[in-house]
Structures are given as structure tokens and as C-alpha cells.
């Protein structure tokens, strides 16, 4: 090994240290990518505030995190996950700005009366908002109450009220189902205040809330068009559900319209029963009553006895009695006058496809033909790749670009780390091999031309001539010089 260091020159003892150091560099930083830890996402879509709490606990819990998503999204070491946020969740932290029944748990017992009440309303708010949170379509919501006061010596008749302003995640809407719900949560959470005075907005100020329809009146607008909206989306699901095992998933688009009656409406029906006549005849009453007067005439006894008393009369009386059949039907806003639905499928189906299909539909949105029912079934031969990635996006409504970077699976990164380290490697290589074959080679002196037969032949004469010469070395040096 020195003899090899020994034979190199200074050039070529220089590119192979650079090429050692290089590859002890990329060794170095592999092992360290391998060593650090991969992270994944411990919490996402977190608010300014909710992330400096988040911070400020995972500092004193001395656990290591990073920032991503322009600073909504806390990343900690993969392993550590789970346990960090079951740690997280025992912790009552003052999320989303809302404290619950907390805040007693170190209660000042020389806290005024005033200051508990305070405290109270602040708690059941606090509770009220995290258990609206925990519905899907919630970014965030805050709860406002307004009870009334009481006393001993103080009698009021006014009720107390509530207000919900919510914040629905992008992509996302409440149904009227969802939104009575929530007002009856409200309601049975606080005492006095009921289902109508909790009225519910939304991020943008509109009322999701609508105020209670006279009886008997028309429904107004924003009535509407929630129940022609409602009956839509039920209807969708419905033949949706039917699509997807009959086509299998993202094959087949549906649409469906409906046309409500919108009046409310009373029909009183009214009829004569009568008793089944015989075959052929009309029916008639029942019999009640029946009277027969027979009368005699005043001809005289010998006369009477050879007419065989044909001067009598008589006189029946009947009485009939008929029935009376009075139905009232009441027909409430929102009667389903009409229904029109179209279906487009991916791929092309044949007629009894088609056939079959387009009845599956009828019967899914309960289309009657009698009643002036559409059903249309469509295909068209698409492409379905660029609809599957818009449909794979499309199942994370409100989930940002980074959101869904920071939740891919581990196996990519894998892949990435990997490839960072056989890029290095490579890289490595070859400056090594780069330094090898241009510093390594020492340089080789020019080799001199070969000797044509001429001048082989001059250079021995001169050659004999000096060897048959006996001048002395000095002398010659003397005479040169």
C-alpha cells in the first residue's frame, strides 16, 4: 500500500483523497437520512390559534415536531404519532378558543357570584361548541348565549336565546336535517331556550335557519327550494347507490329533478250509500218503517157476500233510509307532482342493458309513467382516466394540495429516501472514478521516433568510431570547452 501512495504524484495523490472524502460524505449523509426518522401528520387544517397551543404543548412535552402546510399542519416522528395525540386529547387544551367545564377544575372558592355565572355560561358554551365540532362538515363554530336573569325576588317571562355562527369545510353543505339538529342540540343542552329561538348562520352570514311557517299558508321561497333540494339529493343517493353495484364506482353520472306541489290543499268528498240492490236493479235504501191500511167500503152484507168483499182497500207505507259517506283529505306543501331523471354511463351498453338500467331508475326514484315520469339513459365512450383523478380529488372535498401530500402513504417515502441515497451513491462513484482517470495516470514521457535505415546505419559508424577512439574523458571535456 506506500509503495502504491509512493508511486503517485501530487496530482494524483490529491484526486483520490477529494474522492474518499467525497464518498465518506454521501456514506454520511445517507446514514443520516436513514437515522433521522420519517414524520407524518399529527394534526391537519389547524387554525393560528389552535396551532400555537399545539406548539406551546408539544415544547413542554419535549416532543420533536415540525411545521408544513404554511403553518396548519404539525408533523412529528411516525412512531410517536399515535401516542403524541392520545396525549393530546387527554389534555383539556383551549381549542378553537373554547374552554368547557375546566375552568373549575381549580375553582377560587372566593370567586363572587357573578364571576361563577360568567364562568358557567363560558363552560356550556365551550361544550356546546366542541360537540357541534365533532360533526364532519365543521371547520369551526362559535356558540353565543343569551339567558335571562334570575332571583329570588325577580319573575320575568322572557326566554332565553341562542346563536350559532358556523364555519363548513370547503366543498361541504349542511342539510336541513343536519341544521333542525343542531338547533335542538342547543336547545336541550341549555335550559329555556327552545328549538325556534336558536338561530344558526354560516361563515358567509347566511341564516341556515328559517323561521317557522304559518299553517296553512304557502311556503315561501327559501322553502322552497331546501325541499325541492332535499327530495333532489334523496332521489340521487338512491339511484347513486344503484349505479355503483350495478356499474361499479365513477362509471356511470346521475342527475335527477323533481316538481313539488307547493299549496297545501284540503278535498272533502261527499256520498250516498245505498243497499246493494238485486242483479240488474239499482241499489236502494234500508227499510226502517213499513205501514199497510186496509179499508172496507159500505156496500150492504147481502150485497157484499156475492163480490167477494171487493169493496175493500188497503195502502202500504214504506220507509227507506240512505246512508251518507263524507271523506276529508288533506294534501300538506311539498306533494311530489313530478320526477325526471337522466343517467350518463361511461361505457356503451347494449339495448337490453339500456332497457334494464332505465327500469332499475324507475323504480329506484319511483318514476310513474301515468304521471308524466322521465327516465333517460345515456352512454358515452370516455376516457376514464382523467375523470378517475378528478373523482379521486374530488372524495377529499376541502382538502388542500399539501393536506394531501403530508397523507400519502409511507411506502413513497420510502421510495424517495432510497432514491436519495442511490443518487448520492452514484454520484459518489463517479467522481471517484472521474478522479482515478484524470489525476491517477502519471504522465508517460514521449516515446522517440524509430530510426529509418540510413540513419541506423550512420549512428554505428559513429558509434564504432567512438568506441576505437582512446582519447582520455578530460580531454575531451577540455577541448568542448
Not at 226 to 241: C, F, G, P, Q, S
Request: no cysteine.
Amino acid at each position: 500500500m506506500s509503495g502504491f501512495w509512493q508511486g503517485l504524484d501530487r496530482r494524483a495523490r490529491t484526486g483520490l483523497i477529494a474522492g474518499v472524502a467525497v464518498i465518506v460524505v454521501a456514506l454520511g449523509i445517507g446514514t443520516w437520512w436513514l437515522a433521522r426518522g420519517e414524520y407524518q401528520t399529527l394534526f391537519s387544517n389547524l387554525s393560528s390559534e389552535d396551532m400555537g397551543v399545539m406548539v406551546a404543548e408539544l415544547d413542554r412535552m419535549k416532543v420533536p415536531y415540525r411545521i408544513a402546510d404554511d403553518g396548519h399542519a404539525l408533523l412529528v416522528d411516525k412512531d410517536a404519532v399515535l401516542k403524541t395525540r392520545i396525549k393530546l386529547m387527554a389534555r383539556p387544551l383551549p381549542l378553537h378558543g373554547a374552554v368547557g367545564f375546566e375552568l373549575f377544575n381549580n375553582a377560587d372558592f372566593g370567586m363572587t357570584e357573578f364571576a361563577q355565572k360568567v364562568n358557567y355560561q363560558r363552560a356550556l358554551q365551550g361544550e356546546i361548541t366542541r360537540t357541534i365540532l365533532s360533526l364532519d362538515e365543521i371547520e369551526s363554530a362559535r356558540v353565543h348565549l343569551a339567558t335571562p336573569e334570575e332571583g329570588l325576588f325577580k319573575r320575568t317571562d322572557a326566554r332565553g336565546k341562542a346563536s350559532v355562527t358556523l364555519t363548513i369545510k370547503q366543498g361541504r353543505t349542511l342539510s336541513s336535517e343536519q341544521v333542525s339538529g343542531i338547533q335542538r342540540l342547543v336547545a336541550a343542552g341549555v335550559t329555556g331556550i327552545n328549538v325556534q329561538d336558536v338561530t344558526i348562520v354560516d361563515q358567509h352570514g347566511i341564516a341556515l335557519t328559517r323561521a317557522t311557517r304559518a299553517a296553512g299558508g304557502a311556503s315561501g321561497g327559501n322553502d322552497t327550494l331546501d325541499m325541492k333540494r332535499d327530495m333532489e339529493t334523496y332521489l340521487t343517493r338512491k339511484v347513486d347507490a344503484v349505479l355503483r353495484q350495478a356499474l361499479g364506482e365513477g362509471e356511470a353520472l346521475a342527475s335527477v329533478d323533481v316538481t313539488l306541489d307547493m299549496q297545501d290543499s284540503q278535498i272533502t268528498t261527499e256520498d250516498v250509500t245505498t243497499q246493494p240492490g238485486k242483479p240488474g236493479e239499482s241499489g236502494a235504501g234500508v227499510l226502517v218503517r213499513e205501514r199497510e191500511v186496509i179499508q172496507e167500503g159500505n156496500t150492504p152484507l147481502a150485497s157484499r157476500v156475492g163480490d167477494n168483499g171487493t169493496g175493500a182497500s188497503s195502502q202500504r207505507e214504506s220507509e227507506y233510509q240512505v246512508g251518507k259517506r263524507v271523506e276529508r283529505r288533506t294534501q300538506s306543501a311539498g306533494t311530489l307532482r313530478k320526477v325526471d331523471a337522466v343517467v350518463i354511463t361511461r361505457k356503451p351498453l347494449d339495448a337490453a342493458a339500456m332497457a334494464g338500467l332505465r327500469d332499475a331508475v324507475s323504480a329506484a326514484v319511483g318514476a310513474v309513467p301515468g304521471r308524466g315520469d322521465t327516465v333517460v339513459v345515456q352512454s358515452f365512450d370516455v376516457s376514464t382516466k382523467a375523470s378517475s383523478g378528478a373523482s379521486a380529488v374530488a372524495d377529499v372535498p376541502g382538502a388542500s394540495t399539501s393536506e394531501r401530500a403530508l397523507a400519502a402513504p409511507a411506502t413513497s417515502a420510502h421510495v424517495i429516501q432510497w432514491l436519495g441515497i442511490v443518487l448520492g451513491a452514484v454520484v459518489a462513484l463517479a467522481v471517484l472514478i472521474w478522479a482515478f482517470t484524470s489525476f491517477g495516470r502519471r504522465p508517460v514521457a514521449a516515446q522517440p521516433e524509430r530510426l529509418t535505415g540510413p540513419q541506423r546505419d550512420a549512428a554505428m559508424l559513429k558509434l564504432r568510431h567512438w568506441m576505437r577512439d582512446t582519447t582520455p574523458v578530460e580531454q575531451v571535456k577540455g577541448e568542448r570547452s
